[in-house]
């Protein structure tokens, strides 16, 4: 069964970084694509990057292009994101997804963890 | 960027009801398209993939259709537990991209 648990949310001035992690079992995770994407408060779904299973492919949303980075730990089936230079409007609850089979098939989802914005 | 739009945002509905929900994008997509229920405090869950496909464990009551730029997701006897939020989702090009959602509720 597969499980995605993220954690390394929480409230961070304008400016600031946080890393989030997502700790993942029941699945090879060696072998899956990893994305992470995000939901602001009462907002829609918004996908924010993407890496492939052996790290050499990373993609991004516009908006967090230089400031965020994708990596991943296949030897401890780990994901990461690390945010630099955060602003209001990345506040959002931060989901970690698997691709559900090849790349583009879908999400398999965590259950998210909250990053907020603030000063 | 592929704008993905939904509408209505909500819609009523009754148990046992058909309800069909429309979904279109900005340009052809073939059929690199997603569809996700989602219930409040909840991850979303996936239904459909690639327009058509029923995800394992879901109800065979929900079915997809359409390619190109118009889909539609289908809940043939609408049941208690199906009143949720459903948003589709392009996979044809990154960024990937979301429907606003359609929220269904009594």
């Known amino acids: 069964q597969v499980q995605l648990v993220e954690s390394g949310g929480g409230v961070v001035q304008p400016g600031g970084s946080l890393r989030l992690s997502c700790a993942t079992s029941?699945?090879?995770?060696?072998?899956?694509?990893m994305h992470w994407l995000r939901q602001a408060p009462g907002k829609g779904l918004e996908w924010v990057s993407f890496i492939r299973f052996d790290g050499n492919n990373k993609y991004y949303t516009d908006s967090v292009k230089g400031r965020f980075t994708i990596s991943r730990d296949n030897s401890n089936n780990t994901l990461f994101l690390h945010m630099n230079n955060l602003r209001a409007e990345d506040t959002a609850l931060y989901y970690c997804?698997?691709?559900?089979?090849?790349?583009?098939?879908?999400?398999?989802w965590g259950q998210g963890t909250l990053v907020t914005v603030s000063s | 960027d592929i704008q993905m739009t939904q509408s209505p945002s909500s819609l009523s509905a009754s148990v046992g009801d058909r309800v069909t929900i429309p979904c279109r994008a900005s340009q052809p997509i073939s059929n690199y398209l997603n569809w996700y229920q989602q219930k409040p405090g909840k991850a979303p869950k996936l239904l459909i993939y690639?327009?058509?496909s029923l995800q394992s464990g879901v109800p065979s009551r929900f079915s997809g259709s359409g390619s190109g730029t118009d889909f539609t997701l289908t809940i043939a006897s609408l049941q208690p537990e199906d009143f949720a939020t459903y948003s589709c989702q392009q996979s044809y090009s990154t960024p990937f991209t979301f429907g606003p959602g359609t929220k269904v509720d009594i």
């Open positions: 997804a698997k691709d559900r089979d090849y790349y583009g098939s879908g999400f398999y």
């Open positions: 690639a327009a058509s």
């Open positions: 029941g699945f090879t995770f060696s072998s899956s694509g």
